[in-house]
């Protein structure tokens, strides 16, 4: 009889290659993006469903890009564009991110704070603060391969937000009409709504974490090596990265689909379309399905937080270390990468500090989403040149339908700038 451990390690190898697409797609999944679908749901219903249809191959394409560049050239996307580009650019492109990314964590805490809040009551900005701190120094201190794992197992948590959809009653003719026929109206909220998911699902933190993220995957595992200088590997290497983009992309859409269809099945169903926070939304949901679903709508988002605050912060401190030349990278212990780690301190610090002041974070979240989804435009420009310059790529240039799809994904994106800056500044 054979031996089954070899068959048995080969069946769960693909699950062991899922490690920076399957965190990418999960953290996109964030506090800030579960209000954003619960919005979309409580206020257009279905309407927008077929949005996470539409959207799942081209942020699959462009994140796959962005993981190719990494993967290849041995340097992440902050340090590609310096070396290939004028400083200017770089770093204006770092800056915005930084400051979308520390606004985008404040969002995320405080909604963390009040998701434990409404669970067990209590200070909710006591809460917030403690997250920042765990968040920060989880990642200082925790070495990079079991870290990468707890990321990895926090991305299951997302499962409970299709435990949620299975206790309400879902119309599932209107939720399949919604997502085979795409609905437009000439509503300023349909619109706003509209980019707000686009720039809530292709975002440009994802796009850095993705490609360093590779980077740090060669320094972990001994026998790989850059792709330019390797090209033995890049088949097997462009596979794991096909398979990981895929996972975690879908694993990311579908989650968000899910609570799509949990708000517009029952906030929306019942006359509630004013959603402002994920919390608000899972306290909304207590009177339509019951303690127990808010309690896990809640529950996800904490989980999810966990996830999402480091990503960011982390995105943001590969950026800036790889644009002022720092040591950087999670697997460096602390001592010898001490601006990178200050940089995720500060910016998670930062980002809590946001909910001791005045500002309104609804307010602050909405403008995080405007310079996102501003910044966003340029960099996959960018990251469109660099994955065909042979000087980055080498023989491995993008091609075919990956790289028209990346086009297109780029192409629509500009198109949701504009419609941006059309929606808030001209209204």
Known sequence: MPPTLPDKTHRLRWL???GPGLITGASDDDPSGIATYSQAGAQLGFALSWV????YPLM???QEISARIGRTSGAGLADNIRRHYPPWILQTVVCLLCVANTINIGADLGAMGEAVGLLVGGPVLVYTLVFAALCATLQIIVPYARY???LKWLALSLLGYFATLGMIKVPWGSVAHGLLVPTFTLDAKFWSTLVAVLGTTISPYMFFWQASQEVEEIAAVPEREALIGTPRQAASAFQRIRIDTFAGMAFSNLVALAIIITTAATLHASGVTNIETAAQAAASLRPLAGRFAEALFAAGIVSTGLLAVPVLAGS???AL????GWPFGLAHL???AKAFYATIALGTMLGAL???TPVNPIKALYWSAVINGLVAVPVMIIMMLLSSDAKVMGGFGISGTLRAVGWIATLIMAAAAVILVLTTFLK
Do not use: H
Not at 52 to 55: H, L, N
């Open 334 to 336: 602390p001592r010898n």
């Open 52 to 55: 996470m249809v539409v959207t």
């Open 60 to 62: 699959t394409a462009i």
């Open 148 to 150: 990468v794992g707890a």
């Open 321 to 324: 270390a790889e644009t002022r």
């Open 354 to 356: 946001l909910n001791c």
């Open 316 to 318: 943001m401190a590969y």
């Open 16 to 18: 062991r290659d899922l």
